[in-house]
């Protein structure tokens, strides 16, 4: 079964404290940043992300690219992100997937659970996120253990002998 998750991109950095915060100063930061978080969280957990982004907060009108693993779609002049994504459910809508859409949007999230979709709200995305995050940095620091308890601490002396035997003396 595949996992598409479907994400409102302006409505999660409106929403999401830290994103808000970095947007008043520099708004391609925030959707960078947005951008970087749903790549690790397409990495983590397998699903499959498209973030759509209003065109009338970006040049490049119509446009849709790759990411990391995220896919970013930005809309067409006169479209909207909600009406994107309701075309998307719409086109991805498949016995075999599970599509999910993330947006705080009331009236969108109505739509794409009337379409066959689940939602989800900014603010579970955000929870869904930093859970997300802790567990990768759980494995992350369990990885380094494990690579720092491979290393075996050898005196000089003994070195020095495995050296010759790897080289073939004696």
């Given amino acids: 079964m595949e996992n598409i998750l479907l994400v409102d991109g302006y409505n999660m ?23 970087d978080l749903l790549a690790e969280y397409a990495a983590f957990t397998g699903y499959r992300v498209i973030a759509v982004f ?30 994107r994504i309701e075309k ?24 794409a659970f009337g379409s066959g979709a689940l939602r989800k709200s900014a603010r579970e995305m955000a929870i869904e996120m930093g859970m997300a995050t802790k567990e990768i940095d759980k494995i992350v620091q369990k990885t380094k253990k494990a690579q720092e308890s491979s290393k075996i601490t050898l005196s000089e002396e003994v070195a020095e002998v495995f050296e010759k035997w790897r080289r073939g003396g004696k």
């Fill in 13 to 35: 950095i409106g929403a999401w404290p830290s994103l808000q915060k970095l947007k008043e100063k520099d708004f391609g930061a925030a959707r960078d940043q947005l951008v």
């Fill in 54 to 83: 209003d065109a009338h907060m970006v040049a490049g009108i119509g446009k849709s690219y790759n990411h990391h693993r995220v896919e970013i779609v930005y809309t067409k002049k006169n479209e909207t992100a909600d009406e």
């Fill in 88 to 111: 998307l459910v719409q086109t991805l809508k498949r016995i075999d997937r599970v599509i999910h859409v993330a947006t705080s949007d009331l009236a969108e999230q109505s739509h």
